[in-house]
T-cell receptor
Framework: DQQVKQNSPSLSVQEGRISILNCDYT??????FLWYKKYPAEGPTFLIS?????DKNEDGRFTVFLNKSAKHLSLHIVPSQPGDSAVYFC????????FGKGTRLHILP | EADIYQTPRYLVIGTGKKITLECSQT?????MYWYQQDPGMELHLIHY???????EKGDLSSESTVSRIRTEHFPLTLESARPSHTSQYLC???????????FGSGTRLTVV
């Protein structure tokens, strides 16, 4: 049974618009939630994190929102750029990291 | 930031062969991990190590084995490769005080 669920396998967004990537989780005991970005044939790169005691964290164009009551987090990218086209993984961590299946984001010109 | 090196990047090998995937890091981090990812699927933890002579199996059962004789080196071995082992194998470290792992570029293994 998946602990971290990314229900949208893919998402297409116009360049310059906002990209919203969603993630649901089942286990509330983890301390941190993470987002990773992955290009084909490369390893994932860490993008942004949020502590379980916060509800928002912002870093440049990237903002992560955490809704603990709904066990839901989302990643907002604004404005979306062509280089943002990649697979995005949501993850939870305590001592180990548990990943979702990923969402492939396509930024359209 | 950790420098993690995985070799080879791509490997095509015949069934029954023994293979070793290399993973090395230059920052002296104790915690290292191996993940396996099939296309369109989540990354599954298959092995991890918290230091020299420490290795544990991860959440996904794997026929591979690992060793940690030196801090900087965490190789993964398949004694007899099978087509079901075809996947991408990703090595990572957890820098002290960091929220997330730093991954290597991965090895894409194809067993024919």
């Amino acid at each position: 049974d998946q602990q971290v669920k990314q229900n949208s396998p893919s998402l297409s967004v116009q360049e310059g618009r906002i990209s919203i990537l969603n993630c649901d989780y089942t286990n509330s005991m983890f301390d941190y939630f993470l987002w990773y970005k992955k290009y084909p044939a490369e390893g994932p790169t860490f993008l942004i994190s949020i502590s379980s005691i916060k509800d928002k964290n912002e870093d440049g164009r990237f903002t992560v929102f955490l809704n603990k009551s709904a066990k839901h987090l989302s990643l907002h990218i604004v404005p979306s750029q062509p280089g943002d086209s990649a697979v995005y993984f949501c993850a939870q961590r305590d001592d180990k990291i548990i990943f979702g299946k990923g969402t492939r984001l396509h930024i359209l010109p | 930031e950790a420098d993690i090196y995985q070799t080879p990047r791509y490997l095509v090998i015949g069934t029954g062969k023994k293979i070793t995937l290399e993973c090395s890091q230059t920052m002296g981090h104790d915690k290292m991990y191996w993940y396996q990812q099939d296309p369109g699927m989540e990354l599954h933890l298959i092995h991890y190590s918290y230091g020299v002579n420490s290795t544990e199996k991860g959440d996904l059962s794997s026929e591979s084995t690992v060793s940690r004789i030196r801090t900087e080196h965490f190789p993964l071995t398949l004694e007899s490769a099978r087509p079901s082992h075809t996947s991408q194998y990703l090595c990572a470290t957890l820098p002290p005080g960091s929220y997330g792992y730093t991954f290597g570029s991965g090895t894409r293994l194809t067993v024919v």
